[in-house]
C-alpha cells in the first residue's frame, strides 16, 4: 500500500447510527502506540521501531493525528455519551514518558467527556519505567498499570527476544504501588520451548511477591510472519506442545486461585472479592470486558479498531499513511464491515463464553441450546444462574467448545 492511499469512505447509513445509539450505552476509547524500541520476536502487532519508521513519520506528528481523530470521533458520536473507560496500548506507550502520556490524556479530555469514575489504563514495559514516571502518571489521571513481565527466567525472555530483566518487572510493579496505583497488571507468556515447570513456578513465585491485583497469562501462539514463526519453520525451535500448554495453564489457575485470585476470563484473573470466589469489579479491567460484552469503542491511531453500534472499521496501518488521511479531512480507515443480526449473535456467543459471568441461555437459539447441553453433559459446560459457564476442563478446550455449540 502506498504511504498516500486513499481512505476507505464508512456508509453513511452505517455512520448515521453512530449518533443514535442510547447515550447509557458504554463507549471506550483504545489508542494505539505503535513505536518499539525493538521488535519481540513473537509479537505480530502494528508497531514499528525507528529504523522501520525512518523519516516518514515522528512521535511529534503521530501526536498530532491522534488528536484530529480523537476530535472527529467526538464531532460524531452523540455528545451526552461519556467515556467509561480508556485503554493505551501499544506498542510501548511509556516510551512516550509520562509527560507524552499525560498530554495523550489531556487530548482525550479535550474532545471527550470522562465518566466519573472512568477507568484509565495504560501499558509500560517494564525497561522504560521509573518511580517518577509512574507519579507522572498518577498525578494525570491514570487509575491503572499493565506491565508486560512475560517470564521470571531469562532464557525463556531470549527466547522470546524480551530486553528487559525479570527484576524489573517486578520493581516496576512496586514502583507502580508506591505511587498510588491500586490496580497493577502483570502479563505472562507460557509455554515457550525451553520453559519448564519449575521456570513456571518462579514466574508465578515472583508474580505473587508483588501487589498486584490483576495477571493476564497468555499462552504462546505462533504468528504467521513474526521472526519467531520464521525459527519454528527452519526447525530452530519447536511448535509449542498442547499437552504443556494445558499443564502450565492448570498450574497457573492453580496458583493464582491458592493466592486469593480468580478467573473472570478464560486469559484473566483478578483479586476476588472478601468471602468470596467472584473477582472484585475494581480490580477487574473494565475496558477489556467492554471487548468481550461486545460493547461500543472507538480505536484510535495506526491499525486500531472500532466497534460501534454495529459498525467496525479498522485504521490504516501505517503512521504515515494514517497521517496524510487525516491531513486530507478524511478518517483514516482501512476498511469496514456493517455486522448483521447473525454476526453479532455469533460474535456474542464467542466471546462470552469466555468469561466466568457465562452467556445467558435465553440468548441461544434451541439447537444451539441443546448442543450447549450435551457440553454440559461431557463435562465442558454447566448451568449457573441461568447462564451456561465453561468447566475447570472447559476452559481448557475453550475454543473447541464454543464452535460446537454455534456449529453442529
Partial sequence: MSLRAPSTPLPAE?????????????????????????????CDF????????????????????VRRELDRAAAMLSPERP????????????LLGADGLADLLGAVRSSFALAPGAEVTTESNPESTSPEFFAGLRAAG????????????????????RRHTPGRALAAAREAAEAGFEHVNLDLIYGTPGETDAD???????????????????????????????????????????????????????????????????????????LSPLPSPASVCRHNEAYWRSDDWWGIGPGAHSHVAGLRWWNQKHPATYGASLDSGALPVGGFEVLTDEDRHTES????????????????????????????????????DGAYVLTDRGRLLADGVIRDVLVD
Fill in 349 to 384: 456467543v464467542m466471546l462470552r463464553l469466555r468469561m466466568r459471568s457465562g452467556l445467558g441461555i435465553e440468548e441461544l437459539s434451541d439447537d444451539e441450546r441443546v448442543r450447549a447441553d450435551r457440553a454440559c453433559a461431557d463435562g465442558l459446560l454447566t448451568r449457573s
Fill in 142 to 161: 491514570y487509575t491503572r498499570i499493565s506491565l508486560g513481565m512475560q517470564s521470571a527466567a531469562p532464557h525463556v525472555l531470549a527466547v522470546l527476544d
Fill in 14 to 42: 452505517a455512520t448515521a447510527r453512530l449518533r443514535d445509539v442510547d447515550p447509557a450505552r458504554p463507549l471506550g476509547l483504545y489508542l494505539h502506540v505503535p513505536f518499539c524500541a525493538t521488535r519481540c520476536g513473537y
Fill in 83 to 94: 467515556v467509561e473507560t480508556i485503554f493505551v496500548g501499544g506498542g510501548t506507550p511509556s
Fill in 46 to 65: 502494528n508497531t514499528y521501531t525507528a529504523g522501520e519508521l525512518g523519516t516518514s513519520t515522528s512521535p511529534a506528528a503521530w501526536a498530532d493525528a
Fill in 200 to 274: 513456571l513456578d518462579a514466574s508465578l513465585d515472583a508474580v505473587l511477591s508483588v501487589p498486584v491485583d490483576h495477571v493476564s497469562a497468555y499462552a504462546l501462539i505462533v504468528e504467521d510472519g513474526t521472526a519467531f514463526a520464521r525459527k519454528v519453520r527452519r526447525g530452530e525451535v519447536p511448535m509449542p506442545d498442547d499437552d504443556i500448554l494445558a499443564a502450565r495453564y492448570e498450574r497457573i489457575d492453580e496458583r493464582l486461585s491458592g493466592a486469593g485470585m480468580t478467573w473472570y476470563e478464560v486469559s484473566n484473573w483478578a483479586a476476588a472479592q472478601d
